[in-house]
């Protein structure tokens, strides 16, 4: 009897095991994120996902005065150098702009996430042109990126693995 149980106890495990990490979203690996883009005619929003430690460098709360520094640092690089990791053709006029971050902890405190929110307002579409990503620039730390774009009915996914990468909206 036992044989047959643990088989289907494994299985169940697992099962919920899943379904947690689909529910999450993702799995906290370090060096490694996710980055949405949904944009409709001109305007849209990016989502950058990321374990804080391939943001920041370290994953605990900062307290000494050298980790605030490190901590506000790459919260600023978020803000001011995104037109620096996500280049949009010129000539359709791109801002983009934070719109809101948030950071979690697990309950254990060994891990910590970070999702940053961002607005774009560009003077064209930017259906039919070619966007340029280089994240580890910026963030040496952020090696791999999995990328969902939706622009207009286009809809793409792409790997960004540390080397600046185009990706066309076509």
Known sequence: ?????MPLLCSLVLS???AEVKR???VHQHGKGSFSIAIQGTQGKLELK???DSIVGFEHK???PKDVAIYDKAMTKLSSEISKMVIFDPTLNCEIKKD???TSQESSGNHSDIVVDYNVICGK???GTTMNLDFSKTFPRLKEVEISILVGVLQKSA???GSPLAVELK
């Open 125 to 127: 579409s930017p259906e």
């Open 159 to 161: 790997a960004y693995t």
């Open 16 to 18: 919920v095991a899943l």
């Open 1 to 5: 009897m036992l044989k047959v149980i």
């Open 62 to 64: 900062p307290k000494k």
């Open 100 to 102: 809101l971050f948030e």
């Open 50 to 52: 990321s374990p804080i």
């Open 24 to 26: 999450k979203g993702h």
